[in-house]
């Protein structure tokens, strides 16, 4: 199967800009006259290690092809001690090569040609904020009970761009510990006793998580994810065999496919918040889907698995998500049951033009500003379902909303009267309302007054977000003074107390939804 539809996060090298102060070391496995400080091709140290021992904060090292085996780093992490009840040690990290603080690592032709072998160690220790970038990192293995088999990174803050880490084991976070990582690839990484086969506690940019495997969190572990492919990760049953993607992560516009958990477990994701996630194709080990997410927020998300008995989503929280027909979900929120009508069901999951899933969202859960493909995450000024934007909308109401009334989503239906109640379409979306019956508006009741105050009753739906104002005298501007927002409507009416208006008044109020 072709997948080039949907893989965004292409492997290139990235060129560093440098102040002038800053010196290049330079390396070359095959220079036969290696002399510190390694500053010219011609004098190259034929060792990573040598160049970075020579070089200081800000400086490049920049190594040429090859594959480098050499070297033997041991690192004592004091900031990151290892936790077991009331002991606490050091994590110790053997690795091929060890960056401080404020160096980066840069291949010159990119990671198919430039390798790091770990073999009985980690290929690479990040410390700080330094950088590695262009350089495939395999066959790594941080040993039993240890962290990072192809890197192990102190924080966050360390950098690793462009890079290709696979077929690496350890513990946990087989492939990265901790770390940022962009445009990387991370394959075939199996964590041999925890979570975390491809990485743990990162944050990923734009990188594609496939092959991975682990107990807990195939794909990742405890990290966040931006615009990442993440497809046929495993969790296996060595120890909780729960979600195949991932395991207590964010992932924000990302496309999840074919990931497997342990027959009855999850098989994508555990303790999870997802927006903006295309998941489809998702199964356990004997090829069902009965279980897909488990204690999970979910943000307009599209999830899929037509080829099954029907995946069950109770026990999560959805709102403003596509799910198939058939799903147990129960309707409200802003979640709809019908297909998302994607290009192609199989291969291409970008939105046809007439699917309901345009313009369905809700901004307010928008993490990021650009889609899967890298395009405005919002266009006509409501955010889509699923990872993808479409990018040409007709219509700026929810294709959804005019489907389930019979209008059309041209654009021609957005601003008419269908029902003859003075609100137009667009309004009457805004409010939630139905377009069609005219007896089906945002009004007010009359209120009633109480020792407490006065009590305000609006015609409402459930889940739309209304706020309040009152005003004391229409005839001064603003008339009108906000007195409570986030108020979530409630199915027929919802109530609210002014518990300022006690004295004879008069009061107005007015409604509206955010």
Not at 150 to 170: D, E, F, P, V
Not at 363 to 377: K, L
Request: proline share 3%.
């Amino acid at each position: 199967m072709k997948w080039h539809q949907i893989t965004s996060s292409a492997v290139c090298l990235i060129l560093f800009v440098f102040n002038a102060t800053a010196t290049v070391r330079y390396v070359d496995l095959n220079c036969t006259n290696a002399t510190p400080p390694y500053t010219d091709w011609s004098i190259a140290a034929t060792n990573i290690q040598d160049a970075i021992n020579s070089a200081g904060s800000g400086d490049l090292v920049l190594v040429t092809n090859g594959i480098y085996r050499s070297g033997n780093q041991f690192f004592v992490d004091l900031s990151n001690p290892i936790v077991n009840g009331n002991f606490i040690s050091s994590r110790f990290i053997s690795s091929r090569i060890e960056i401080p603080s404020g160096v980066t690592v840069s291949s010159v032709n990119g990671p198919a040609v430039t390798m790091i072998e770990g073999t009985s160690r980690s290929c690479a220790a990040l410390i700080g904020n330094s950088a590695l970038s262009g350089f495939t990192l395999t066959n790594g293995n941080a040993g039993n009970g240890y962290l990072g088999g192809g890197a192990y990174c102190q924080t966050t803050n360390a950098l690793i761009s462009n890079c290709i880490i696979c077929s690496n084991t350890a513990s946990a976070g087989a492939g990265v510990y901790l770390g940022t990582l962009t445009n990387c690839i991370l394959s075939k990484n199996v964590a041999t006793y925890d979570g975390g086969g491809g990485a743990y506690g990162s944050v990923m940019n734009n990188c594609t998580l496939i092959g991975n495997t682990a107990s807990a969190g195939g794909g990742a572990f405890g990290s966040v994810l931006n615009n990442c492919l993440v497809i046929s990760n495993r969790a296996v049953l060595s120890g909780i065999g729960a979600g195949g993607a991932g395991y207590s992560n964010v992932m924000n516009n990302c496309l999840i496919l074919h990931n497997e958990g342990h027959v009855g477990r999850a098989t994508v994701a555990v303790a999870s918040a997802l927006t903006n996630c295309t998941i489809c194709y998702n199964h356990d080990n004997y090829g069902e889907a009965e279980i897909v997410v488990v204690g999970c927020i979910l943000r307009n998300c599209i999830l899929l698995q037509p080829s099954f008995a029907g995946p069950f989503y109770n026990g999560n929280d959805l709102k403003n998500c596509c799910v198939e027909p058939k799903a147990s979900l129960v309707a409200g929120n802003g979640n709809i049951k019908i297909s998302p009508l994607f290009v192609n069901t199989n291969s291409d999951f970008h939105l046809q033009s007439n699917s309901p899933c345009i313009n369905s969202g809700n901004n307010a859960f928008v993490a990021v500003t650009n889609d899967f493909d890298g395009n405005p995450r919002i266009v006509a000024g409501t955010v889509d379902m699923g990872a993808y934007e479409f990018q040409s909308p007709a219509s700026i109401i929810s294709y959804a909303y005019l489907q389930q009334y019979g209008l059309p989503t041209d654009g021609s239906a957005d601003d008419l009267d269908s029902d003859g109640d003075s609100l137009n379409n667009w309004k009457e979306w805004k409010a939630g309302t139905n377009p069609t019956n005219a007896a089906s508006v945002l009004q007010l009741a009359s209120p009633s007054n109480t020792v407490s105050g006065v009590t305000v009753t609006w015609q409402s739906v459930s889940g739309v977000t209304y706020y309040l104002q009152s005003g004391t005298n229409l005839s001064v501007q603003p008339a009108f003074s906000s007195i409570q927002s986030n108020l979530v409507g409630q199915a027929g009416t919802t109530s609210y107390t002014d518990t300022t208006a006690t004295t004879g008044g008069p009061y107005f109020y007015r409604v509206g939804v955010q």
